[in-house]
């Protein structure tokens, strides 16, 4: 074990540490939650996403952050993305159960808003399908996008900040053969769909968490593949 791998298991353990036993931190949490959705968001998806990252890279190379590797432009871009699958959460919870019910299933609603049942577990299949169908193909090229502008532009601060040159890397950098392949027809319907489903199931103010902590957890399946 290197002692970076100490340092990080000291500092999730801290964390963790705080939430179960100082008194009202859990509390404080969700209330931040309940009154500030997008900004927790944000800072969710920067942290648990970013983090996800450099364990994926610790997986791979033997390190969580390399030169150009740029922590902080993936900070800003996770939380922003963050912004958006919280916004699309709420946005398909709603329409998916305002489809169903114009499909004539009167009960989604209700289904959906009571305990755990069949029926709540099909409406959130059902908005899991049709969120990560439509929405998480254009979240997923944007990231990598993103991604590819941090690398080619030596992860500074500085350079993100310059125009992302979108013909380009849309055209000649991105790999869609592995984009379409393997992201879109494998992780989707078969890590994204189930998963996803499972975050409807939890209370509202644990929904967006998790669906960082599955980024996490997605990007070591990754990076075991690699």
């Known amino acids: 074990m290197k002692k970076s791998d100490l340092i990080t298991i000291i500092v999730v353990a801290i964390v963790l540490s705080v939430f179960i036993f100082v008194p009202g931190a859990l509390d404080a949490f969700n209330s931040a939650t309940a009154n500030h959705g997008m900004i927790m968001s944000f800072f969710k998806f920067a942290i648990l996403a970013t983090f996800g990252e450099m364990l994926a890279l610790r997986i791979r190379k033997g390190c969580y952050t390399e030169a150009g590797f740029g922590i902080l432009p993936r900070m800003i871009v996770w939380g922003i993305l963050g912004m958006g699958i919280a916004m699309a959460m709420k946005i398909f919870s709603m329409g998916t159960i305002g489809f169903l019910t114009y499909l004539g299933l009167d009960q989604a609603a209700f289904w959906f808003a009571g305990s755990l049942s069949w029926g709540k577990v099909l409406v959130a299949f059902c908005i899991s399908v049709l969120m990560n169908s439509i929405f998480a ?30 013909r380009d890397i849309i055209a000649h950098k991105v790999n869609w053969e592995v984009q379409w392949g393997f992201v879109f027809k494998k992780t989707i319907p078969l890590f994204w769909y189930p998963a996803h489903t499972i975050t409807f199931l939890l209370p509202g103010n644990y929904q967006v968490l998790f669906a960082a902590l599955l980024g996490v957890i997605l990007g070591l399946i990754l990076s075991i593949k690699k």
């Open 137 to 166: 193909p254009v979240f997923m090229t944007l990231h990598k996008i993103t991604d590819i502008h941090i690398q080619q532009t030596g992860g500074t601060l500085k350079g993100f900040f310059t125009p992302i040159p979108m």
